[in-house]
């Protein structure tokens, strides 16, 4: 079930090609902690670093759309925002002690990031290379 890089993935800018990469490594540290049966604290811990690194990198590649004025940069923030909404319904779940921590959350955020590199990003890449992002 671990996530793995794969060339597709790649948007040809090394800042968010590494971004990526680290989201990748935090859900697979994550999906490790669930096999391990880490206690409910660790699992949030690792839960709120993948809320906190999707913000951090969303505020990335969001900052060169406005500076690029990236011609589908609100297509794509909406696409952020859904992910956005989707982890904080879930941490609100887990404040309340009603969410469990199994392989359903994984699933949920591997779909995600593979949909989300092989295609929405992908349609970045031109603008950003044109803007001599690289």
């Excluded at 990469?21 to 604290?41: M, P, Q, S, V």
């Excluded at 670093?49 to 913000?55: N, T, V």
């Excluded at 909404?85 to 699933?107: A, H, M, P, S, W």
């Amino acid at each position: 079930m671990e996530i793995l890089w794969k060339d597709e993935y790649s948007v040809g800018v090394k800042e968010i090609d590494d971004q990526h990469k680290h989201f990748i490594f935090i859900a697979n540290a994550f999906y490790d902690a669930i096999l391990a049966n880490k206690g409910r604290e660790e699992l949030t811990a690792l839960f709120q670093e993948i809320s906190d690194y999707a913000d951090e990198h969303f505020a990335t590649e969001e900052k060169y759309f406005d500076q690029f004025n990236y011609e589908e940069a609100d297509m794509h923030k909406l696409k952020h925002q859904e992910m956005r909404n989707e982890i904080k319904n879930l941490r609100n779940q887990e404040v309340g002690n009603k969410i469990d921590f199994d392989g359903n959350i994984v699933y949920f955020i591997r779909d995600w990031l593979d949909d989300h590199l092989k295609n929405t990003d992908q349609k970045y890449k031109k603008c950003f290379k044109e803007h001599g992002l690289v």
